[in-house]
């Protein structure tokens, strides 16, 4: 029998270390837009043949990367961003579902440093998707130091990695405004019932914001510098601009453009989402302190 192939597509952090995790068990090949020098590098087209596909690319680059180089042969999808498309308000598995049908796609979410996974530090992740078949054929691939579960809530899954990103903006934020730890446990919890809300309205799982995809990625991402969108938070609330930040960062920070799409879609669907909607105004020039006047008082 034909052994299976596996590859990882984008060669960012995330990417790097889900194909070491992934390179434990079995051949693993990864790709990116330019050539590096990784073991197991193969062009685009090599790891487009793979039966099964890794993709870590930025939410905000998926349907355009889809549009432009994915044709579906059968292969099996796991998709590592974390995002909304701000452009649209589109969820990824919305976005995916116009080029891979719903059982050959399966989302990673849970609480899950890169910098940690590269080292082969333990941790717990999700596989969310509607085919447990396919949950089974992924878990085999991942290695011991992870411990995989399965939820086919991809609906909150999706939610809950995407707002988190948005709520560790806010948390930098907090700890950057010397607010203390009473003011940012007080956000991190009604963070964490605002993303609930926003997640049940799109039919999620309420239950999935309490486990590893929500509390655990939220607590995770808030409240360590090791988060990008985190650091962004400091940033802001040390008065530094926008492009600076991200131009020091040098990677990719979802939270930012996913305040966006939160915020769109919150206001179409008439969703009360009052701290991402302040995350959103101070990326776009209001002052944080006002912010927290409008948070307190509202
Ligand atoms: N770094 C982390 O700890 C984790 C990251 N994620 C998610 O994984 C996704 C990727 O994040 P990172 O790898 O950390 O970001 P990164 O900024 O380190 O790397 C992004 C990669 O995507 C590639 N890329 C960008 N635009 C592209 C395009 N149009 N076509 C093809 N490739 C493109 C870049 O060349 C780069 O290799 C994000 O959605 C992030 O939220 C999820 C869990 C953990
Ligand atoms: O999603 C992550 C950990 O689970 C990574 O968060 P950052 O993108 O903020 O670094």
Redesign the pocket.
């Known amino acids: 029998m034909k052994e299976k192939s596996i590859a990882v597509i984008?060669?960012?952090?995330?990417?790097l270390s889900l194909h070491f995790a992934l390179s434990q068990r079995q051949k693993c090949l990864i790709t990116?837009?330019t050539k590096r020098d990784i073991k197991n590098f193969v062009d685009l087209q090599t790891a487009l043949d793979c039966d099964y596909l890794v993709i870590?690319?930025?939410?905000q680059?998926i349907r355009?990367?889809l549009k432009e180089n994915f044709v579906f042969k059968g292969q099996k999808i796991l998709v590592?961003?974390?995002?909304i498309e701000a452009s649209s308000g589109q969820f990824l598995n919305e976005i995916y579902a116009d080029f891979v049908p719903d059982e050959n796609i399966g989302f990673i979410s849970g609480p899950?440093?890169?910098?940690e996974v590269i080292k082969g530090l333990p941790c717990a992740l999700v596989i969310n998707t509607i085919s447990k078949k396919l949950y089974v054929e992924f878990e085999v691939c991942f290695p011991d130091f992870i411990k995989t579960y399965y939820s086919s809530d991809v609906i909150g899954a999706e939610v809950a990695g995407a707002y988190k990103?948005v709520l560790a903006i806010a948390s930098g934020i907090c700890e950057g405004l010397n607010l203390g730890k009473n003011a940012q446990a007080s956000l991190i919890a009604r963070g964490l019932v605002e993303m609930q809300r926003f997640g049940k309205h799109f039919g999620a799982d309420e239950s999935s914001f309490l486990g590893l995809s929500g509390a655990g990625d939220l607590f995770l991402t808030a409240s360590s510098t090791m988060s990008r969108n985190f650091r962004v938070g400091l940033g802001l609330a040390n008065d530094k601009n926008l492009d600076e930040i991200l131009k020091e960062l040098g990677?990719?920070a979802?939270g930012v453009k996913t305040s966006i799409a939160i915020k769109e879609l919150s206001k179409k669907h008439n969703i009360y989402t009052p701290i991402a909607n302040e995350v959103y105004h101070i990326i776009n020039g209001k002052n944080p302190k006002d912010s927290l006047r409008d948070l307190l008082k509202n």
Not at 10 to 15: L, S, V
Not at 56 to 59: C, R, V
Not at 80 to 83: D, F, I, R, V
């Open positions: 984008g060669a960012g952090k995330w990417g990116s837009r870590a690319i930025p939410a680059e355009s990367w590592a961003s974390k995002g899950s440093f890169a910098a990103n990677e990719v979802e």
